[in-house]
């Protein structure tokens, strides 16, 4: 049996060569191997402890108790070098690249509706014409009776028009139109009168690619001595040109509204890349009816106006080439961020 004092040379040269190895260790592979040949569970330090069992009672308890303290102390040198190693390795800075641009939350814009209408009443704007907002809850008298649309009109079904409950008006529906803001302005203003009214309508019509419950007019009025067809034709060209840009065309061509008279249709001529072309109808328009005027205490003898209600999405449709009008309302936010 091997003295005690063999026994603790051996012990002694195991740590000797075990710190000396792991000072040379100079990454974290070689740290892994260094903890495997000492500290595994089939590692030098391991087997040293298994030793004990064989030994004479003697030397049991000296060996045990420096075994076991060579033990701690090569753990505790291996944990140090860990550290150091993970920090040698690693980035010496902070842990990230503060360099890099941050990420910046998304932050929503207008939707494509409210701009065109922005764009649109920019352009009227510049031509003279204020813009002016009427309410969505309506009366019959201002949404037909003052604008010549008489009891028992096909235009009046309920089948056409949401009529709703509301302490607002004894017989409230949500506006069909926005010529109902021609009689609010009319019924409070002496001409000349010159505004665009953009805002909401709606109908109960069956949703598709080209219909929708609610979508948008913008409604046009001029009231003044003299006030002629030619000046209609004029504005509504020049205003397309403005929108949609120079080489489209525009023509008035014979149409009935009940408010207007002579009324009109408004198309506007797209050249396509392709080299065709299609006339798109942008809304209607004609000669304020006298039977109007005299509903707002406006005398027809003195004064003439025009009108014009075109859709708004028709022209935001066009323009960005949106083929769906149930995109412009879906609220997909891959759709609404291109614009
Ligand atoms: N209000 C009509 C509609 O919704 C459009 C319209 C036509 C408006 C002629 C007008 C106009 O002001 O003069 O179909």
């Given at each position: 049996m091997p003295s005690w004092d063999e026994l603790k040379t051996q012990l002694e040269t195991l740590q000797t060569a075990a710190a000396e190895k792991l000072a040379a260790v100079d990454s974290a592979d070689a740290l892994e191997a260094w903890r495997i040949a000492y500290l595994g569970s089939k590692g030098a330090v391991k087997d040293a402890m298994a030793r004990l069992k064989e030994l004479p009672k003697e030397v049991k308890g000296q060996y045990g108790k420096t075994a076991n303290m060579m033990k701690n102390a090569l753990a505790k040198a291996f944990e140090e070098k860990k550290s150091s190693i993970g920090t040698a390795a690693g980035p010496t800075g902070p842990l990230e690249d503060v360099s890099l641009p941050g990420r910046s939350p998304r932050i929503g814009h207008v939707h494509i509706i409210t701009q065109t209408i922005h764009e649109i009443s920019d352009i009227f704007g510049r031509m003279g014409f204020e813009v002016v907002y009427g309410p969505e809850v309506e009366d019959e008298q201002h949404n037909f009776v003052d604008l010549n649309i008489p009891a028992h009109h096909p235009a009046r079904d309920s089948l056409e028009n949401f009529y709703i409950e509301s302490d607002l008006h004894d017989e409230a529906m949500l506006r069909s139109q926005t010529s109902t803001v021609q009689i609010r302005i009319m019924e409070n203003t002496e001409p000349p009168i010159r505004i665009v009214a953009p805002g909401r309508v709606y109908r109960p019509d069956t949703v598709d690619a080209t219909h929708s419950f609610m979508f948008h007019q913008l409604e046009g009025l001029y009231v003044d001595e003299g006030v002629t067809m030619v000046d209609l034709k004029t504005c509504v060209d020049q205003f397309c040109k403005a929108y949609f840009g120079d080489d489209v065309q525009t023509r008035i061509r014979p149409s009935f509204f009940p408010f207007t008279e002579p009324s009109a249709e408004v198309d506007v001529l797209f050249h396509y890349a392709d080299g065709s072309t299609r006339w798109i109808e942008l809304g209607g328009c004609g000669m304020v009816d006298p039977n109007v005027l005299e509903s707002v205490n406006i005398d027809p003898e003195k004064y003439t106006g025009w009108a014009f209600g075109l859709g708004i999405e028709r022209m935001a449709m066009r323009k960005h080439n949106v083929?769906?009008?149930?995109m412009l309302f879906e609220s997909d936010i891959r759709f609404l961020k291109q614009f």
């Open positions: 083929p769906d009008i149930r």
